[in-house]
């Protein structure tokens, strides 16, 4: 029987994901196959179902694992951990996923415009009492499985009709791009845990207690308008996240290039060789 050292300053959950991880390693389960289920590898290790929950998303979160709802958890085909760049906008980190290999698209679920945008709202896309607002609300699935729901809003005086395109199952900054020559290049986030509603539990067919990761970003343009304003809840057990931090007075003084500055050329390098 795997033995838990209670002295160690790993939790006991990290201990039990690494000797899973080992015996991953050994082909104690191979590639397609369930693995024990929760209540086998809680009497195994002699902790609590939690404990092997919170294991068990560690290695779902480095995609060795995926869960299959009502049937249990089995290792991955395809292992390699979603990451999500918080140093890039949202249309650089989807392009980034593209260019690892998965493959994500997005369906869809509500669009309209608010005629009468809260005043939050009304700050962060910087725009007047009388102006109004689009919204769309999409599904995000990533190698046919949801895996976040991305709501977002704009001045709808800065993307007239977005409500009413055909193309917003596609890339939406590729439409941005293409449709309304709007191109971000920086964006502020913030990211916070939250409890899933019942919206985001339909949506992403979870259950309510795997914690969702909300990333709030708001993207500007060259010009420092706010183009973009959104919030993309994340399955917890299904992301990582990503960030590099700069010393700000040795980049003043070297002119150190950021990953969004770098992410943003490229971007609009691809779009010039790209056939018109």
Do not use: C
Request: proline share 5%; charged share 30%.
């Amino acid at each position: 029987m795997p033995t838990i050292n209670r002295d160690s300053p790993l939790p006991v959950y990290f201990q039990i994901a690494l000797d899973v991880r080992r015996r991953l390693r050994a082909g104690e389960w191979t590639t397609g196959q369930r693995i024990a289920p929760e209540l086998a590898l809680a009497r195994e290790y002699d902790v609590s179902r939690v404990t092997i929950r919170q294991a068990l998303a560690e290695l779902v979160k480095d995609d060795l694992l995926e869960r299959h709802r009502g049937s249990g958890t089995y290792v991955r085909h395809h292992q390699r951990p979603l990451v999500y760049d918080l140093n890039f906008t949202v249309g650089a980190v989807a392009a980034r996923l593209r260019e690892s290999g998965f493959e994500n698209r997005a369906e869809v679920m509500e669009v309209g415009v608010i005629n009468e945008p809260a005043p939050e709202l009304r700050h962060r896309l910087g725009i007047g009492d009388d102006a109004a607002a689009v919204f769309m609300v999409r599904r995000v699935i990533i190698n046919d499985e949801p895996a976040a729901v991305y709501r977002s809003w704009f001045s709808a005086a800065l993307v007239p009709g977005l409500e009413r395109s055909t193309r917003l199952d596609e890339s939406l900054s590729v439409v941005l791009a293409e449709d309304y020559g709007l191109i971000p290049v920086r964006s502020e986030n913030e990211l916070e845990v939250v409890r899933s509603t019942r919206e985001e539990v339909a949506l992403l067919g979870t259950s309510g207690d795997v914690p969702l990761l909300v990333v709030t970003a708001t993207n500007f343009l060259r010009d420092d308008r706010p183009l973009e304003y959104s919030q993309i809840v994340w399955l917890g057990d299904r992301v990582r996240f990503h960030v590099t931090a700069y010393d700000a007075e040795a980049t003043a003084r070297h002119d150190v290039r950021t990953p969004a500055a770098a992410a943003s050329k490229r971007a609009r390098e691809r779009r010039a060789r790209s056939p018109q």
